[in-house]
């Protein structure tokens, strides 16, 4: 009886098979007369190769970077609208938001109490706080030791406030 070998297209290639190389150029072949798909070997590569992917990530980023003052676009419409015409906008858009408004209520126009009489101009500029609290003894100053490491800390910590 006969080995057969299961019909996989590179299963042809795993074991040596006696006119393996005949296989081979039957296959070239098939290729070569089935033509080339540029579009999907371009997609088969950019889907297997990263350094593939990243080169042209970064010529299309290079493309797309393009400066401000040269015009990409011909015969466009210009989009800007007026000033006045747009503050006239908003300013509608606005009323429609607010409730209306019910009559105020008029008060009578009355003269009231003349509040200058009140006023002295020197006492407002020459009042002074008052700081002095009675009852308690002066506060006297006694120095700690401290540990050295704490004072390093507290010179980085000036430093920093510095920068």
């Given at each position: ?5 299961p019909?996989?297209?590179h299963?042809?290639l795993?074991?040596?098979v006696l ?27 950019l889907?297997r190769?990263?350094?593939t ?10 493309g ?25 906008s908003?300013m ?16 009578p ?8 009489a ?6 407002m ?12 003894p ?10 050295p ?15």
């Amino acid at each position: 009886m006969e080995d057969q070998q299961p019909e996989e297209p590179h299963g042809l290639l795993i074991t040596p098979v006696l006119h393996s190389t005949a296989a081979l150029g039957a296959e070239v072949q098939a290729t070569r007369e089935q033509g080339f798909d540029a579009q999907r070997a371009a997609r088969d590569l950019l889907q297997r190769s990263f350094l593939t992917r990243c080169a042209v990530e970064a010529r299309v980023g290079e493309g797309m970077n393009i400066p401000r003052e040269q015009q990409l676009y011909q015969g466009l419409i210009s989009l800007q609208v007026p000033e006045e015409e747009l503050l006239s906008s908003a300013m509608q858009e606005k009323l429609v938001l607010v409730e209306p408004r019910r009559e105020a209520r008029k008060e009578p126009t009355c003269s009231g109490p003349d509040l200058m009489a009140f006023y002295d101009a020197e006492e407002m500029f020459t009042e002074t706080a008052f700081l002095e609290v009675e009852g308690l003894p002066p506060l006297q100053l006694k120095p700690r030791t401290r540990d050295p490491a704490a004072t390093f800390l507290m010179y980085h910590k000036l430093r920093q406030w510095d920068s």
